[in-house]
C-alpha cells in the first residue's frame, strides 16, 4: 500500500473510531500569509550512518558512545534517515508540512572539519535538499547542533579556542556555495547558550567540561571562566559566517540567517523586589547573553557587573559585526519558570555562571506529573512579547516546540501532545495578533529520535518510529494525523482521548 493510502486510511479511521471531538479553537487561516508551519530534527539524533561513507566522530559521537546515558545508547543507526530520507519525505508532503528543518553534520561534510570536501556528505545533503524541493518543502538548515567534529575538539578544545572562528567561517562557506542556491533559511548555531552551559558549566553536555562542586563526572573544565569564553567565541562565529553570508552570497541567494536560543518564560517566585530583580538578571543570562550582541552590540550591563573580568569584551569592529548579523531569532520554547532570589551565593569570581546569575529557578508544574512538561501556554506569548518590548520586534521562527512522552507510549495515547501542541500554538497566535513578527513554527520533532539526555527512553516525534524493528519503521501518532488536518484547514479535528482506536498498540 502506497504512503498516502496509508496515511488516509488512518485519517478515515480516526474519524470513524475516535468520537466527539472539542472543535480546534482557530485554524491555519488565522495565522499570517506566508506563515510557515513545520518539523525539525538534527543531523546526529535521526541520520544513523555514524561510521559510513567519510563522515567521522563528532562530539557527541564520543559523549553517546560512552555508556553514560540511561539506556546506554547511542545515534550510530538512530532513525536511519541517511538511507531513508525519501521515505521520510513522503511522510512530510502526505502530513503537509511546508518545510523540514535538519541540521548538517559537519564531520560527515567535512570529516577533518576543514579541508577536503567528503563527496558522500556532499551527495547526501544535495539528495535531501533536491528531494525537499520536488515535493514542495522548504529546507531550514541549523549548521551547527551540539555536533562539533572531534577533530578539532582534540586539536585545540573547539569552541574554547578563537581558531573556530576561522573553522566555523569555512564550513559555512562551503555549505552556503553549495547549498545556498535552493536553502533560503540558515540557521549558524542551535541553543547556543544552553550547549555552552550544559558542554561547560554543569557538563551535561558534550564536551562534558567543568568543574567541582558545580559539575561532575567531567574530565577536565573550569565551570567559572568556559562558558564566557565559549559562549563568547560562538557569537564570535556566527558573526562572521552571517557577514560572509550577507556579502557573498545573500544579495544573490535571497535568504535569511539567524540563531537559536532556548528561551524559557521566567517569571518571579514571588513579588518581592528580589525576585522581581532576579528574574530580570536570569533573563539577561539565558536570552541577553546572546541576543544582546545581536541586537545592541554587546552583553547586557547586568552580566558584565556580575561577571567582571570573567567575560570577555568586544572590540568595535566585533560588535559593529555583530549588531544586525541576524535576520531573525530561532526561539526553542518548551517550558515556564518561575524564579526567585538566591540567598546562598556569595559574591566572589570562584561562582560558575549559574551562580553568576544569582538566581534560582523553579518549574511550574501545574499537577503535571514529574519528568513532563508543564502546560503554560500562556509561557509562549510571554516569550513572544518580551522580545517585542524588548528586543525592538525582531522576527522569530519558533524553531523546536514540542511535547515527550515514555518510550512506551501507544499510537493514540497522545492526546497529551495533542492539547500541549494547540495550547501554545493558540498562544503564540495571540502574540501575533498582538504585532509579534512571527513568521514560522516547527514542532520537535518529526521523528521519534535520539534524544541527548534520554537516548530512546523519551519519544517527542509526530511518527513513532518502531526501533526495535530491522527497517525502523515510521507509525503516524494520533498528533501527526491532527497536524496534518489543521496543516491542510480542517477545524474539525479536536483534542480529546480517543474511546477506540484501531492503531491501539505500537509493535513491540
Not at 473510531?17 to 508551519?37: A, E, I, L
Not at 514571588?270 to 541586537?295: C, H, I, K, M
Not at 526567585?340 to 506529573?369: C, V, W, Y
Request: with cysteine.
Amino acid at each position: 500500500m502506497r504512503v498516502s493510502s496509508k496515511f488516509l486510511l488512518l485519517s478515515l479511521l480516526a474519524e470513524v473510531c475516535f468520537g466527539k471531538y472539542t472543535p480546534t479553537k482557530f485554524s491555519r487561516n488565522d495565522f499570517p500569509s506566508g506563515f510557515v508551519f513545520g518539523a525539525g530534527t538534527s543531523a546526529y539524533q535521526v541520520e544513523g550512518a555514524a561510521a559510513e561513507d567519510g563522515r567521522t566522530p563528532s562530539i557527541w559521537d564520543t559523549f553517546a558512545n560512552s555508556g553514560k546515558l540511561p539506556d546506554k545508547s547511542s545515534g550510530n543507526i538512530a532513525s536511519d534517515e541517511y538511507h531513508k530520507y525519501k521515505e521520510d519525505v513522503q511522510l512530510m508532503k502526505e502530513m503537509g508540512l511546508d518545510a523540514y528543518r535538519f541540521s548538517i553534520a559537519w564531520s560527515r561534510l567535512l570529516p577533518n572539519g576543514r579541508g577536503a570536501i567528503n563527496p558522500k556528505g556532499l551527495q547526501y545533503y544535495n539528495n535531501l535538499i533536491n528531494e525537499l524541493i520536488s515535493n514542495g518543502i522548504q529546507p531550514h538548515v541549523t549548521l551547527f547542533h551540539y555536533d562539533i567534529p572531534q577533530a578539532l575538539e582534540d586539536e585545540y578544545r573547539g569552541w574554547l579556542s578563537p581558531k573556530i572562528v576561522k573553522d566555523f567561517k569555512e564550513f559555512a562557506d562551503v555549505c552556503f556555495r553549495e547549498f545556498g542556491d535552493r536553502v533560503s533559511h540558515w540557521t549558524t548555531l542551535n541553543e547556543a547558550n544552553i550547549f555552552v552551559i550544559g558542554g561547560y558549566d554543569s557538563g551535561i553536555f558534550p564536551p562534558k567540561r567543568c568543574s567541582y562542586p558545580y559539575g561532575f563526572d567531567c574530565t577536565g573544565g573550569n565551570s567559572s571562566l568556559e562558558p564566557y569564553m565559549a559562549g563568547h567565541n560562538c557569537l564570535l562565529a556566527h558573526a562572521a559566517a552571517a557577514t560572509l553570508y550577507k556579502k557573498k552570497y545573500q544579495a544573490k541567494q535571497h535568504g535569511l540567517i539567524g540563531l537559536s536560543l532556548l528561551v524559557y518564560w521566567l517569571t518571579p517566585l514571588t513579588n518581592s523586589e528580589d525576585d522581581v530583580r532576579a528574574t530580570q538578571r536570569a533573563n539577561d543570562f539565558y536570552t541577553g547573553w546572546f541576543v544582546n550582541p545581536l541586537v545592541f552590540g554587546d552583553y547586557p550591563d547586568t552580566m558584565k557587573k556580575i561577571a567582571g573580568p570573567k567575560i570577555p569584551s568586544f572590540t568595535k569592529y566585533q560588535s559593529k559585526q555583530l549588531m544586525g548579523s541576524s535576520d531573525f531569532i530561532g526561539v526553542n520554547h518548551y517550558r515556564s519558570m518561575n524564579v526567585k532570589h538566591s540567598q546562598n551565593n556569595q559574591m566572589t569570581s570562584q561562582r560558575d555562571f549559574l551562580g553568576d546569575m544569582f538566581a534560582e529557578t523553579i518549574e511550574k508544574r501545574d499537577g503535571t506529573p514529574v519528568g513532563e512538561f508543564p502546560l503554560v501556554p500562556s509561557g509562549m506569548q510571554g516569550v513572544l512579547e518580551y522580545f517585542k518590548e524588548v528586543y525592538g520586534n525582531p522576527p522569530i521562527y519558533i524553531h523546536e516546540n514540542g511535547y515527550s512522552t515514555p518510550s512506551n507510549e501507544t499510537l493514540d495515547d497522545d492526546t497529551r501532545r495533542v492539547t500541549y501542541l494547540s495550547e501554545y500554538m493558540e498562544s503564540m497566535l495571540n502574540a501575533i495578533r498582538n504585532g509579534s513578527d512571527t513568521r514560522g513554527y516547527f514542532i520537535w520533532s518529526f521523528l521519534d529520535c535520539f534524544e541527548l539526555f534520554n537516548g530512546y527512553q523519551s519519544r517527542y516525534g509526530l511518527y513513532y518510529v518502531d526501533f526495535k524493528d530491522k527497517d525502523l519503521k515510521r507509525y503516524p501518532k494520533f498528533s501527526a494525523h491532527w497536524y496534518s488536518n489543521f496543516l491542510k484547514g480542517n477545524k474539525e479535528i479536536g483534542i480529546v482521548k480517543p474511546t477506540e482506536s484501531p492503531n491501539s498498540h505500537v509493535p513491540q
